[in-house]
T-cell receptor
Framework: AQSVTQLDSHVSVSEGTPVLLRCNYS??????LFWYVQHPNKGLQLLLK??????LVKGINGFEAEFKKSETSFHLTKPSAHMSDAAEYFC??????????FGSGTKLNVKP | DTGVSQDPRHKITKRGQNVTFRCDPI?????LYWYRQTLGQGPEFLTY????????KSRLLSDRFSAERPKGSFSTLEIQRTEQGDSAMYLC???????????????FGEGSWLTVV
């Protein structure tokens, strides 16, 4: 069985400070992992994807995530937050084919 | 690629009415997915098509819901006799065939908001 736990429902940072959004996954085999971002009243946009190549994955808008098998984690980071990063972020685990399991989301607030 | 397109973006309907949403996937994407997202929750899987074949349906998809993809291109999701609990955003996503080693990636549309009053 596969599942995702996003450890924080809300994260608040100041503009210019680092962002850390935490995700732990459970998978019975080698998973594909994703982060998506959703701005208010919008669809989900793919930020980045891990599929068993490099464990450090770089995505769009300066985000990156590190796959740590020993910790079953796939945390999303960004060195310096921008106001435009305020949105909801979803961690997703997949069997690599057609099943995608979403976390409950983390709302990121960026303070000026 | 032109992105996944959904129509309408917003729909307000009275309880008991039928509604239909349309999704146009990215061209050459043979897989199409419908998800439902309620406020404060992540998307929940509803159904999945490969070409015109509906290969999987969630238990969330009650008999009031029907999805079609008649020519393997666009898809429709119809909800009959709407209930207030159907109020949600309905998201469509699509993906292209990929090798197992590279993993399948789904690309979402902007969603269709349904409000049942």
């Amino acid at each position: 069985a596969q599942s995702v736990t996003q450890l924080d429902s809300h994260v608040s940072v100041s503009e210019g400070t680092p962002v850390l959004l935490r995700c732990n996954y459970s998978s019975s085999y080698s998973p594909s992992l994703f982060w998506y971002v959703q701005h208010p009243n919008k669809g989900l946009q793919l930020l980045l994807k891990y599929t068993s190549a490099a464990t450090l994955v770089k995505g769009i808008n300066g985000f990156e995530a590190e796959f740590k098998k020993s910790e079953t984690s796939f945390h999303l980071t960004k060195p310096s937050a921008h106001m435009s990063d305020a949105a909801e972020y979803f961690c997703v685990v997949s069997d690599g084919f057609n099943k995608f399991y979403f976390g409950s989301g983390t709302k990121l607030n960026v303070k000026p | 690629d032109t992105g996944v397109s959904q129509d309408p973006r917003h729909k307000i309907t009275k309880r008991g009415q039928n509604v239909t949403f349309r999704c146009d996937p990215i061209s050459e994407h043979n897989r199409l997915y419908w998800y439902r997202q309620t406020l404060g929750q992540g998307p929940e899987f509803l159904t999945y098509f490969q070409n015109e074949a509906q290969l999987e349906k969630s238990r969330l998809l009650s008999d009031r819901f029907s999805a079609e993809r008649p020519k393997g291109s666009f898809s429709t999701l119809e909800i009959q006799r709407t209930e207030q609990g159907d109020s949600a955003m309905y998201l469509c996503a699509s993906s292209r065939p990929t090798a197992a080693s590279s993993g399948n990636t789904i690309y979402f549309g902007e969603g269709s908001w349904l409000t049942v009053v």
